[in-house]
């Protein structure tokens, strides 16, 4: 079975700096699907970001980029310039390729903070 | 643009009482799920419907049903709240599983707590 880990409950970032956030997954699969998901005091799940395992490439979405290694099995997300409002949980996924599974796989999340 | 409907945004039961969490979206999406959401856990699948006559259960799906009414609605059932039901519930959709690169669109989620 798939599990997403996300090491870091809670981060703190300063207004304008950059942050990193990590996960790792573990897989026997080759094909599959990473996203980035925040979720603000709101408690809508916004997707942030995603990326598909056989892209060697980077995805990039404004701000937010993404490291992903698959041989390492990690997908962290970048944060640039980081605003107030980026201030939330932030959740890693992970979807499996095959046709009979579709739902995501989540990691507990990391609370980020960001001071002005 | 509703997106994805939950309805009620709040609930508080008495252990034993049940209740039907409403789901509805309008993205003619195929597949929709449930999870549910507890501090420190992430969110957990209860149950997924990958097309509209099917359902399957998930990761956590003890003392829950659920009905894929029509395309549109899918229903989460707790027919004797226990306290540990205690949590945030989510419902989402997505075009459809055989998608696998399109993300879940999540409704506002339930926060029920059962006393």
């Known amino acids: 079975a798939q599990t997403v880990t996300q090491s870091q409950p809670e981060m703190s970032v300063q207004e304008a700096e950059t942050v990193t956030l990590s996960c790792t997954y573990d897989?026997?699969?080759?094909?599959?699907?990473l996203f980035w998901y925040k979720q603000p005091p709101s408690r809508q799940m916004i997707l942030v970001i995603r990326?598909?395992?056989?892209?060697?490439q980077n995805a990039t979405e404004n701000r937010f980029s993404v490291n992903f290694q698959k041989a390492a099995k990690s997908f962290s997300l970048k944060i640039s310039d980081s605003q107030l409002g980026d201030a939330a949980m932030y959740f890693c996924?992970?979807?499996?390729?095959?046709?009979?599974?579709?739902?995501?796989?989540f990691g507990k999340g990391t609370k980020l903070s960001v001071k002005p | 643009n509703a997106g994805v409907t939950q309805t009620p945004k709040f609930q508080v039961l008495k252990t034993g009482q049940s209740m039907t969490l409403q789901c509805a979206q309008d993205?003619?999406?195929?597949?929709m799920y449930w999870y549910r959401q507890d501090p420190g856990m992430g969110l957990r699948l209860i149950y997924y419907?990958?097309?509209?006559?099917?359902?399957d259960k998930g990761e956590v799906p003890n003392g829950y049903n659920v009905s894929r009414l029509n395309k549109r609605e899918f229903s989460l059932r707790l027919e004797s709240a226990a306290p540990s039901q205690t949590s945030v519930y989510f419902c989402?959709?997505?075009?459809?599983?055989?998608?696998?690169?399109?993300?879940?669109?999540f409704g506002n989620g339930t926060r029920l707590t059962v006393t």
């Open positions: 989402a959709s997505s075009p459809e599983a055989a998608r696998p690169n399109s993300p879940l669109h």
């Open positions: 897989t026997s699969e080759s094909d599959y699907y």
């Open positions: 990326q598909e395992a056989y892209k060697q």
């Open positions: 996924a992970y979807r499996s390729d095959r046709r009979s599974q579709g739902n995501l796989i």
């Open positions: 993205m003619n999406h195929n597949s």
């Open positions: 419907s990958a097309s509209e006559g099917t359902t």
